[in-house]
């Protein structure tokens, strides 16, 4: 029904749904047909999980739809999973960044989109590192404009 409407429904992995690793991410991709499922990756929650988003985008690039741009602190995300933090606690430590402040490989994910993509990349930020929203998004629209 909704690609019947010219809408490409997409699988979105996130924290804190019943799909967010690696694992997960492809047991739903591979067990549902792709005229039926696009992908939608976020590249900052599937790093979160210690998921490598680059490669599930080359290994879906003809599912790819749209994509989340996130920048995070690749370190604390580790060392939260490995001292079993929850996603509250660890973003509360300082989980997320906007573009270009963390250490994800933002280009590098970008990079591994197909030649051919034409959907939506989306930049992200799930809570600011800056003092005020206003400034979170000035940040993001530099670094977008320095990446166009």
């Given amino acids: 029904i909704i690609r019947a409407q010219g809408i490409t429904p997409a699988f979105h992995p996130h924290v804190g749904t019943w799909a967010e690793t690696e694992e997960e991410t492809r047991f739903v991709l591979d067990t549902t047909d792709a005229s039926v499922l696009g992908f939608g990756p976020d590249m900052g929650h599937l790093a979160w999980a210690g998921a490598d988003a680059a490669q599930l985008v080359r290994d879906y690039a003809d599912r790819v739809a749209s994509v989340h741009i996130k920048d995070l602190d690749l370190g604390l995300a580790a060392k939260g999973r490995e001292a079993g933090w929850d996603y509250r606690k660890t973003v509360l430590a300082g989980l997320w960044s906007e573009p270009g402040h963390g250490n994800a490989d933002i280009a590098g994910f ?39």
């Avoid at 993509?117 to 998004?137: H, M, N």
């Fill in 110 to 148: 970008v990079g591994a989109l197909p030649d051919d993509f034409d959907g939506w990349l989306i930049i992200e930020v799930d809570r600011g590192a800056r003092p005020t929203p206003e400034e979170s998004v000035r940040l993001c629209g530099e670094w977008a404009r320095r990446n166009a």
